[in-house]
């Protein structure tokens, strides 16, 4: 085994260049079998049974009716469910008691599991849950969230709660100009094309779940304490994986099929429907956000406060860290965040891209827009004007800080010196025009990870590490990087992943997926070439080289590390329909060392399409008489289409990362920062009407007007 440095090995140069996916032709032509789709002999299916009312308990099941139905295996419920255990801190923390299905008679939310229906056939399966007749003493509920809720409290999740130095209130009185300012955006699901799907099965004493997750190691873990079983007793296998976004962790379904499979002594698999997805597997909490800016006559801050408010779940306590993006983007003399949380009756929110930083920047940056305005100040100069020589509230050195090049060579590239300031001045028929601009941060960690690189006799090699492509391109990233690593090229490297045979690895999230397990991989290549140099000769079975990063990612320096942007953005307004069009928008970000410029884009892309959609339509609306959703599907949660979306770019600027071995930072959420923030702007540039809650519908521009 090795332990993993810093160092960098020589390259032949795969990293950097454009490459297509390497199981590109599996997944057009079918051959790539999705968590649904892999068979087993002998496979039952699961159909879960969801609460009608917010709030109460389960008085009774009828079990018997259904029992009797075609092909009707079992009904688990609290009343004949097996035990498992959620006393423990798991990989990211305490677990969410809704995965723990069926503990209890209580319903917490609407959408709440109460009974998973098991048959021979999915269709039985679904005829009999439908059929379940469930009795509930119903209680009174409360499902709205409100920015003066008198509940609600500060909490940390993964950052202190609040911070804060300097005298707010007086450096906003010495201020020349201020602005105090509320900023709401909904509730936003991720709404990935393939839906949540798990299938546990019994083999010979050791429990195999083959799942659509973010992480094999984590979902192993976290099954395994559950289940009070060792980890060596439990295999998770995860090859392809449909687009996660934060929700593909350990949910209800993978409980339940292990449950089912325990009392069955079959296989069993579970399937979530897309309505049963906007109750079970997590989604971003709405937001209620002030932001306070104060700064001399120059532009210069005084006084910065960001404070944000999300919902929880009665069960979970999870933090929507929005106040989070102004300790890193701008620093003040009196400067203060807090982030604050009220539990309702509505289910648990999650991870969902750029936690935080989404809905965190669309107010930061909305409110720094405004500040320019009463500055007389371009936004672009304004935020130039503001950069932090250190974190503004850590106090460390940034490892880089390229956002000023991002601003540079976007206001080259979209033409902003020629923007007429004044708002609603410009008209193309019936449209009124305008642009607008937004900075964009990202943290850019890394995690642990153990990887296998294997010499096979015939001169290929075998990366194995339990990572997970969830549609970003790291499998492909991780053939460049072991090619480099290597001195080979791609087509002679195999990289197999979504095992938790292989070792702990960190998950797909956080913008940390491939920078760590591309660490692991460099440097269980690095020591396996050094040991081929030596002559050593390959036996049949290959020579393997076991690395892991724990140490190394331990001993780096404390330093802010993040990748940064700055997104542009074109609109036209029809202030007599209300109708907002994007025509066209660029993003420049500096995001460390590109893998593959090819993947990379793609994600890019991907994250400025969602700020659109971010922007302009997604919106889940809970209804306040019964706790539950509004059109809970894609027909009632509007997304970006193809029409929305107009002519993207993407690109970047040098920036590498000096303490990564490869230079990677990570892009798999920084082109969702600050996206909707530029098209907002936009939008007041347009009309000369400030939008302060999200989504701009065509009845909200229409209630506010415009320049005719």
Request: proline share 6%; with cysteine; hydrophobic share 40%.
């Amino acid at each position: 085994m090795t332990t993993a440095t810093t160092g960098r090995t020589a390259s032949r140069g795969a990293v950097g260049t454009a490459h297509t996916r390497v199981e590109g032709r599996a997944k057009v032509t079918g051959a790539a079998r999705y968590s649904g789709e892999i068979p087993f002999a002998g496979l039952a299916h699961g159909w879960l049974v969801l609460s009608t009312v917010a709030r109460g308990r389960v008085r009774a099941v009828e079990t018997d009716p259904v029992l009797a139905m075609p092909g009707v295996l079992t009904v688990l419920h609290h009343g004949n469910a097996p035990r498992v255990d959620t006393d423990y801190v798991g990989m990211l923390g305490v677990p969410d008691p809704t995965a723990a299905a069926f503990q209890h008679d209580r319903v917490e939310h609407a959408g709440w599991p109460v009974a998973l229906v098991v048959a021979e056939t999915p269709e039985q399966a679904r005829e009999a849950a439908e059929s379940l007749v469930v009795h509930y003493d119903e209680e009174p509920h409360d499902s709205t969230l409100a920015a003066d809720h008198p509940d609600a409290y500060p909490a940390d999740g993964h950052m202190p709660a609040v911070t804060e130095k300097g005298d707010l209130e007086a450096g906003l009185a010495a201020s020349a100009h201020v602005v105090d300012a509320e900023y709401t955006t909904p509730e936003e699901h991720h709404s990935m094309m393939e839906p949540h799907a798990a299938a546990a099965r019994w083999d010979g004493g050791r429990l195999e779940v083959v799942d659509s997750n973010q992480g094999a190691t984590w979902v192993q873990g976290e099954l395994a304490k559950m289940f009070s079983l060792d980890e060596s007793a439990v295999r998770v296998r995860s090859e392809h994986i449909g687009g996660g976004f934060g929700s593909k962790g350990v949910r209800v379904h993978q409980v339940t099929a292990v449950m089912a499979a325990t009392v069955l002594q079959r296989p069993v698999r579970v399937v979530l429907t897309r309505r049963q997805m906007f109750s079970l597997v997590g989604y971003r909490s709405p937001t209620a956000q002030r932001v306070r800016l104060g700064a001399d006559a120059d532009g210069r801050l005084r006084a910065l406060e960001h404070s944000s408010l999300n919902q929880t779940s009665r069960v979970y306590e999870f933090v929507e860290p929005s106040a989070g993006v102004a300790r890193v983007m701008y620093d003040a003399d009196a400067h203060r965040t807090a982030n604050h949380v009220v539990r309702l009756d509505v289910p648990s929110p999650t991870w969902m891209r750029a936690p935080g930083e989404a809905p965190g920047s669309f107010a930061l940056e909305a409110a720094l827009d405004e500040l320019a305005e009463k500055c007389g100040i371009d936004p672009i100069e304004l935020r130039l004007r503001n950069e932090p020589e250190t974190g503004p509230v850590s106090g460390l050195p940034f490892s880089s800080r390229n956002l000023a090049a991002c601003f540079r060579e976007g206001a080259r590239r979209f033409g902003w010196a020629d923007r007429d300031p004044r708002p609603g001045v410009r008209r193309e028929g019936r449209w009124l025009l305008g642009t607008g601009t937004a900075a964009a941060s990202f943290g850019a960690g890394a995690g642990p990870s153990t990887a296998l690189v294997t010499a096979e006799a015939d001169g290929t090699y075998t990366v194995r590490i339990a990572a997970a492509d969830i549609g970003t391109g790291a499998r492909t990233a991780l053939t460049l990087v072991a090619a480099d690593a290597l001195d080979t090229t791609p087509d002679r490297v195999r990289v197999r992943i979504g095992d938790s045979d292989f070792g702990p690895a960190m998950i797909a999230g956080g913008s940390m997926g491939t920078r760590s397990w591309a660490w692991a991989v460099n440097a269980a290549a690095a020591e396996l070439r050094e040991r081929l140099a030596l002559g050593t000769s390959i036996p049949p079975e290959g020579i393997t080289v076991r690395s892991d990063t724990t140490e190394a990612i331990q001993s780096l320096a404390q330093k802010e590390r993040h990748s940064f942007g700055a997104q542009f953005a074109e609109v036209a307004v029809d202030t007599a329909t209300g109708e907002v069009r994007v025509r066209r928008m660029l993003g420049i970000f500096a995001a460390g060392r590109i893998v593959n410029p090819l993947t990379a884009r793609n994600q890019l892309l991907g994250g400025m399409t969602w700020g659109i959609s971010m922007a302009l339509h997604e919106e889940a609306v809970r209804d306040r008489s019964f706790g539950g959703h509004y059109g809970p599907d894609l027909a009632g949660y509007h997304v970006a289409t193809h029409a929305d979306v107009p002519r993207l770019e993407a690109d970047w600027v040098a920036d590498d990362d000096p303490d990564d071995p490869v230079g990677i930072k990570g892009v798999g959420e920084i082109g969702i920062v600050g996206a909707a923030a530029a098209v907002t702007n936009a939008v007041w540039h347009a009309t000369g009407v400030r939008h302060r809650a999200l989504p701009i519908r065509p009845d909200r521009v229409l209630r506010a007007g415009g320049h005719a």
